[in-house]
């Protein structure tokens, strides 16, 4: 079995690391900029669509709206990435929104921020992975008719490669995210450069059609809800930013101003391409509609559930390049890559947020181990299976899961940054030097205003997306926060049962006696070996037993014992029904009532066989037997193994592969760099 899952496990995610060599997986900024930051890079593919798509309800005249929310967006991506700039350098061990929640706003407040973005962590990798294929089905028709199988595909593709490790999984992105950034702008750039200087005109593919409002005419509250709506999916923008916060020990020294560099360019980025997608959206008259074979006319005539409606980034790019141009086609390959790279985000923050958890007891344990590659394994992989649930259930629909997102990242900015106001007023209160005063000052307005306007996105992105679907992230958000407080309270629950008394107690005090009993089925090498082993107990009491399910092998087993003399009573259990776990479980059970104080050892003697296949060629009674028996108290289980040659033969391979590490090792915990002591040649 272990040379099974070790040669594929070696292939698949490389060489195991030593934990001295963590110092090795850290990031420089080129780096950590795709690692932590191409979530709200890559949302400039979508998040322009999202707000036409809104906006196309009220029809073509409301278009002229989306310059403003442009412009909202913007102030709010400024405002999340100067408060975050604060959380970094106040909070740089790496536990991001949830450490100032729970620092400084209680318990509570930090479980819901956590619950928050594990949901949006989970939305992540669905919205991204689904746009992604709807990118690539835009090209190619295989991709668009197997939608779910490819998105399942990519999903596992992504975690395979985190599985490897941090610093190799970021370096692989780091490519096609710059070359999606620097295609961006040079849309942008040429763009402009066309409209401005050379007067060209440049119209999108969609540009002579026309839009079939739902509600035309809309005005007053319902255009302001209309807008409010486009605002909130606008927002998609932002998702990801806390990411970095979160994953500042990633980051190499300074690790707190790296972070901050690292946020200051990717709140410019960001900014920068979605305006520019918006603005040449406009300018290149592009439509998009929610229902296109529907809403949008042609001639008079609508298109047609047939048609396949393009990204906005698509049909901005096919505008200013031109169709099937060498850079639209560089460019439409980087967008559908990134889409799928954006992901990464999640994989790193998930699986690090779940590590700091699984450490506070919310989650279990093993969710602090870390693999073989030095990442937080059993994370990704929760993350992972979390997002192919999502992907099934909805179809790998990105229109249809992009309405659960943003909630969740919103609550955690809205208590994150209400937790940094009371981090300054606590430290205000014990500070006396003027400037740094002055500093903390200008720190507390900035997160104070950050708080403020998006606890307002808050309540905007709730009013306008709870009955499109927010309802669900909410349940979401509900059933992590439950689920976390009960595994917490179970950990607690454990830890006081466990913990070692000040004085002494019945688990201290010597039972007056021993009974041991050896199970015992045939006359064989096991059988003896665990009776020699009982004897060198020198229990109060020694006894073997046997159950009969068939008389033929007891009358033998009887005969057996008489003839070898053997030394140790031999008692036989009745089995009517041929059970042997049942009457076995019964007769410890009588012994414990009939003498309370003493201790009942059973000794089970086992055959250890080398080959996977072996395991099933066996009944694993003794297996089923312990589990049992763990659950009777005042009973203590000895296994007394007998190794066959097969099991030898794979201790020899076990041997030759002794700088492997074996598949169900155990790492937990943050590794730390070691002092290299051997002397220097």
């Not at 592969?657 to 002397?679: F, I, L, M």
């Amino acid at each position: 079995m272990s040379k099974l899952t070790d040669v594929p496990k070696r292939l698949l995610i490389g060489r195991a690391l030593r934990s001295d060599r963590l110092g090795e997986t850290l990031l420089p900024k080129r780096v950590a900029l795709p690692v932590f930051a191409s979530d709200p890079l890559s949302s400039v593919a979508y998040a322009p669509g999202e707000v036409l798509l809104v906006l196309s309800i009220a029809g073509l005249s409301a278009y002229h709206f989306s310059p403003w929310i442009a412009v909202a967006v913007v102030v709010l991506m400024f405002t999340v990435v100067a408060s975050y700039r604060q959380n970094v350098h106040a909070y740089p061990s790496g536990g991001g929104d949830y450490e100032v929640a729970t620092t400084n706003l209680g318990p509570k407040a930090g479980l819901t921020v956590a619950s928050a973005l594990l949901v949006d962590y989970v939305l992540t990798v669905a919205v991204s992975i689904s746009a992604g294929i709807e990118n690539l089905g835009s090209a190619i028709p295989f991709v668009v008719e197997n939608k779910v199988a490819c998105a399942v595909g990519v999903i596992v593709l992504l975690t395979l490669m985190n599985l490897r490790g941090v610093r190799e999984s970021g370096t692989l992105f780091a490519i096609p995210t710059y070359v999606f950034v620097a295609g961006v702008l040079l849309m942008i750039a040429w763009g402009a450069f066309r409209g401005v200087v050379l007067g060209d005109d440049m119209r999108a593919p969609t540009a002579d059609f026309e839009i079939k409002p739902e509600h035309p005419g809309l005005a007053g509250f319902a255009l302001v809800f209309l807008l409010l709506r486009a605002f909130s999916s606008g927002c998609a923008a932002l998702t990801g930013v806390e990411a970095i916060s979160n994953g500042v020990p990633g980051f190499r020294k300074p690790k707190s101003r790296n972070a901050a560099t690292t946020l200051a360019m990717m709140g410019l980025l960001a900014v920068t391409m979605f305006c520019g997608i918006i603005a040449l959206a406009a300018a290149t008259g592009v439509r998009m509609a929610e229902n296109p074979g529907r809403d949008l006319v042609h001639n008079g005539v609508p298109l047609g559930p047939g048609y396949v409606q393009d990204p906005v980034i698509s049909q901005v790019a096919e505008a200013v390049f031109g169709h099937g141009s060498f850079l639209f086609m560089i460019l439409a390959a980087a967008t559908a890559l990134v889409l799928f790279l954006a992901a990464n985000t999640a994989y790193n923050g998930f699986p690090l947020l779940g590590a700091i958890l699984a450490q506070d007891r919310y989650l279990p344990r093993q969710l602090h181990t870390r693999g073989d590659r030095l990442a937080f394994s059993n994370g990704i992989v929760l993350l992972a299976g979390a997002a192919v649930l999502l992907v099934w259930i909805y179809g790998a629909d990105s229109t249809r899961l992009i309405q659960l997102y943003i909630v969740g990242v919103f609550v955690s900015f809205t208590l994150s940054q209400t937790g940094m106001v009371r981090h300054w007023n606590r430290l205000l209160g014990a500070e006396k030097d003027p400037s740094a005063r002055r500093r903390m000052v200008r720190a507390r307005a900035i997160n104070a205003f950050g708080a403020f306007f998006t606890g307002l996105v808050l309540v905007v992105v709730l009013l306008t997306k709870f009955t499109h679907g927010a309802w669900v992230a909410l349940l979401g958000m509900c059933v992590f926060y439950a689920t976390m407080t009960a595994i917490r309270r179970h950990y607690d629950r454990v830890a006081e049962e466990i913990a070692a008394p000040d004085a002494p107690s019945e688990d201290a005090v010597r039972p007056s006696r021993v009974h041991s009993v050896v199970l015992v089925s045939k006359v064989h090498r096991p059988a003896l070996r665990a009776l020699a082993y009982a004897k060198l107990l020198r229990s109060d009491t020694l006894e073997a037993l046997s159950v009969n399910v068939d008389a033929e092998e007891t009358r033998a087993l009887r005969e057996e014992w008489e003839r070898r003399g053997i030394d140790v009573p031999l008692k036989v259990l009745d089995s009517p029904y041929r059970e042997v776990t049942r009457p076995v479980i019964e007769y410890v059970k009588s012994l414990r009532a009939q003498s309370p104080r003493d201790v009942v050892s059973v000794i089970i003697p086992e055959y250890v066989v080398g080959h996977w296949y072996e395991h099933f060629l066996h009944n694993q009674s003794a297996l089923r037997l312990k589990g049992r028996l763990l659950f009777t108290p005042g009973v203590m289980v000895t296994s007394v193994p007998y190794q066959l040659e097969s099991s030898e033969a794979a201790k020899l391979r076990a041997r030759r592969r002794q700088n492997w590490s074996a598949p169900g090792s155990v790492r937990r915990g943050p590794a730390e760099r070691t002092k290299d002591t051997s002397p220097r040649t």
